[in-house]
């Protein structure tokens, strides 16, 4: 097999053994390449599924790209558990590994001043849902309630759109405190695109996508934090994800 | 998934909390970019990106659909887009009320109706 040097994340050298039993993208265990006293944690994959061509028709196949992304957040996840990890974005590839070297002289010193702002902290994901009401998905109308003229049905039509805009004007209220509420028990926080429900399999719709910068002493409050706003609202749903790493806040400060 | 937990406090091991999506959207969006020696397209990801988002077929047909609030802050015009469609509905029902009332009144039938 020929094989390509597959970057997951960039850290400081950590003491801490990574977990013997950890195996990266094609089940290929994870290695450390020490360089100007940066760690680089890389696994040698397949040409085949990673040159230019075989990756573009790769990326479209959902089955890969979930294994494939699940094997990469694996990998970085073990790194949290022992270090603070730079991740690098799915498919970072190089032929050897002298190209990672020449990558990490290239950018030590952006790697180390990011390594600095995050060290020691986590992200954490809180997102907002509406629930599904149940009286939605039922039969519109029991047949003694049917309208009994068109003008009667607009009206209760209107009624009902207008109670699902409360709803939502509702949602996206609380939606809004609680994701200042948070921020302000976070160092930094991003407001990301709010999740399509065919892919997170979650119920109901998706109303706020947070990430959340917490160090890691202070985690324990944010999550009580999270947890006490859990049935502050009816109809509502705040889920937890976490820790990460800090994914959503290697690049620019805003 | 690991669940170790050498570093506390790790209440929620990702395994459970997180789906794809969560993931989907944190290695392929989120993460330091860097040019390795293979190049992938980042507009590549990107679209893909908003595809896994939308679950359409193609990035042209989601456009065709007029969804494209991924192009601006999502906090602001996905609401945005959601007033206007709203006050939109809102008109085309009372127009659509106000024809009705007009038929319904017999004295105001135009002649033409008359036989």
Known sequence: MIGLRYVYAVCRPFDLPLQSQLVGIGGAPPALLHHHGLVAVVSTVPEADFSEEALKAHLEDLDWLSATARAHQGVIDALTTVTTPLPLRLATVFRDDSGIRTMIEAREDDFRGVLDRLAGRVEWGVKVFLEPEPAESAAPAPAAAKPASGRDYLRRRRESSHAHEEKWQRAEAFAQSLHERLCRHAEDCRLHAPQNSALSAAPGQNVLNGAYLVPRGRSEEFVELVDRTKDEAPGIRVELTGPWAAYSFTGEER | ?115
Do not use: C, H
């Open chain 2, 1 to 115: 998934m690991t669940t170790a937990s050498r570093f506390p406090p790790e209440p929620y091991g990702q395994g459970s909390g997180a789906n794809l999506a969560d993931i989907l959207e944190r290695v392929l969006d989120k993460g330091v970019v860097i040019a390795g020696d293979i190049r992938i397209n980042l507009l590549d990801i990107e679209l893909l990106t908003i595809k896994l988002r939308l679950i359409v077929a193609s990035v042209d047909k989601a456009k065709e659909m007029g969804i494209d609030w991924w192009e601006t802050d999502p906090a602001l015009s996905s609401r945005a887009r959601r007033d206007e469609l709203a006050r939109e509905n809102a008109e085309l029902r009372e127009r659509l009320a106000r024809l009705e009332e007009l038929e319904l009144e017999p004295g105001r039938r135009t002649p033409k109706e008359a036989p």
